[in-house]
């Protein structure tokens, strides 16, 4: 039996919560994913996997023994790199995520230039609006609008973003340009994937760090940014973004930005990628190469 390629096995399964799920990704049938597995147990004469008709959970041993797999696996790749020059020359491949519409704009532009620099590095570009796991996921470096939680990751910060309020010119003909925090009141509000239809806005409270929370029902829920920002440029309500989401429809006058005081503070953007010595090589010079752009990008908006 092939014990890294077991535990690599296992470590899909327990990712997944699914036999079926982890045979897919890895593509393999499910009855030899399933003996792998039973050869690792009985290897180890402990059961490692507690298996219904619904989910599949850890066992205890199980658990201490997948940390201890994830460990074994990350210097094994990290032996492969190695052997394979990617601590000496720019090669292999790449994978980085971010949010998918900030992806779309800021970063693929970024990533296709970086690609004819180094002839010899392959991306691959994961746009989701989830914060997947850096370890988990094989991800070398992902793009995070937030402010980043401790964690033994490394961030390089490239800039901030701001939370702006819109609407449409022609809402506010009809209503009124809001000037103060009262007269959103009288406005639809455009929520996105609220339960309960209810948009849970930030402001900064006039001469004041504070946030103050306003909570407003929404006549129109969506599940995407780009979706609130169509239907606000359409006259459906007021919507509050990051001005990345709206800077386009801001620039050919289909939304107008309001109250502007009252922002909360803008939220950081970081590079994140894992902590370890030393980097390989592709790793540090796309770091290098892309924080500047993602800097200049995010300062022209």
């Known amino acids: ?36 597995i039973s050869e690792l147990e009985h290897l180890l004469g402990a059961q490692l996997l507690a298996r219904t008709t619904r989910k599949v959970t850890l066992t205890d041993a199980g658990a201490s023994y997948v940390a201890a797999a994830h460990s074994i696996l990350e210097q094994l790749k990290e032996a492969e790199r190695g052997a394979a020059g990617e601590f000496v020359e720019p090669i292999g491949e790449l994978v980085v995520t971010a949010p998918t519409m900030f992806g779309r704009l800021h970063v693929l532009p970024v990533i296709t230039d970086f690609l004819e620099r180094y002839s010899e590095i392959q991306v691959r570009l994961v746009l989701v609006n989830t914060n997947l796991s850096l370890v988990e996921e094989g991800i070398d470096v992902a793009i995070r609008i937030g402010e980043l939680p401790d964690s033994a990751m490394s961030a390089k910060h490239v800039g901030s973003i701001r939370t702006v309020l819109c609407g449409s010119p022609r809402l506010f003909e009809a209503k009124g340009e809001p000037r103060t925090l009262d007269d959103i009141a009288g406005f639809p509000a455009v929520a996105i994937n ?17 946030i103050r929370l306003l909570h407003l029902s929404s006549r129109l829920t969506v599940t995407t940014p780009e979706a609130a920002a169509s239907a ?70």
Do not use: C
């Open 194 to 210: 609220m339960p309960l239809s209810i948009a849970q806005w930030r402001f900064r409270k006039s001469d004041s760090p504070e």
């Open 232 to 301: 606000a440029a359409h006259g459906a309500g007021l919507a509050q973004l990051l001005h990345y989401q709206v800077a386009d429809a801001v620039k050919a006058d289909a939304l107008r930005i309001v109250l502007e005081d009252l922002e909360p503070t803008p939220s950081p953007v970081h590079l994140l990628y894992a902590s370890r010595a030393p980097l390989p090589l592709k790793l540090r010079r796309f770091l290098d190469f892309a924080a500047p752009r993602l800097r200049n990008s995010l300062q022209a908006l």
């Open 1 to 36: 039996m092939d014990r890294f390629e077991a535990m690599s096995m296992l470590l899909e399964v327990v990712r997944h919560g699914s036999f079926s799920a982890a045979a897919r990704t890895m593509r393999v049938s499910l009855p030899t994913l399933s003996r792998r």
